[in-house]
């Protein structure tokens, strides 16, 4: 009896052995989650990357936007005055230094322009040509000597063109004549010139 038992205690020494040389070359599992795991985490969020940073192309793509803006507005005024003056070709402007301003100019010409847009057009249909503007002129040496400012006839004629406030707020004028940019006075003088053809002006037109 004691021959079997010993050759089946044999048997399973020999068998174990096997398994436990398999088990030792097998990595566990701390070894195979834990740095292969913060590997990739690390890979897909670094550490200090800040969410929905602009990048540069974004801003790229940005000033690019602008310029192309303002030379929209640009070309659009080129367009108004050649009209205006009776120009046959306006000026085209092309991105050259504009190219190279930064956000804030861009930013900061896009609105001058729009203003001048603004006043071309209102030139425009007030009819204020070059022709007009040296009869204007004419007129205003004659009233007032080109001073926006002067006050005449004890305070009934006021402003560049010697506007009374009646007339004045006939042609969309609001408050003082005297107190309204020089710019506004000569474009309510367009206005007044193309209605009456200079009869308000009996002495100066």
Known sequence: MKAPLIAVLSVGVAAAAPAV??????????????????????????????????????DQFRHARLVKRYLKLRNRLNRLVAKRDGHRRPKVVRAT????????KLRY?????????????????AGLTPAVQATLERIAACESHGNPRAIGGGGA?????????????????????????????????????????????????
């Open 21 to 58: 040389a398999i088990s030792a070359k097998e990595p566990s599992s701390a070894q195979v989650g834990g740095p292969a795991r913060s590997a990739v985490t690390d890979t897909q969020q670094p550490n200090g990357a800040a969410p929905n940073t602009p990048t540069a192309n974004e």
């Open 97 to 104: 230094t504009q190219a190279h301003w930064s956000e804030h």
């Open 109 to 125: 010409r896009i609105r001058e322009m729009r203003r001048q847009v603004r006043r071309a057009r209102a030139h425009l249909r």
């Open 157 to 205: 004629f006021r402003g560049k063109y010697q506007f009374t406030y009646g007339t004045w707020s006939t042609v969309g004028g609001r408050g003082d004549p005297a107190g309204a940019p020089e710019r506004e006075q000569d474009l309510r003088a367009a206005i007044l010139l193309k209605r009456t053809g200079g009869s308000a002006w009996p002495v100066c037109a």
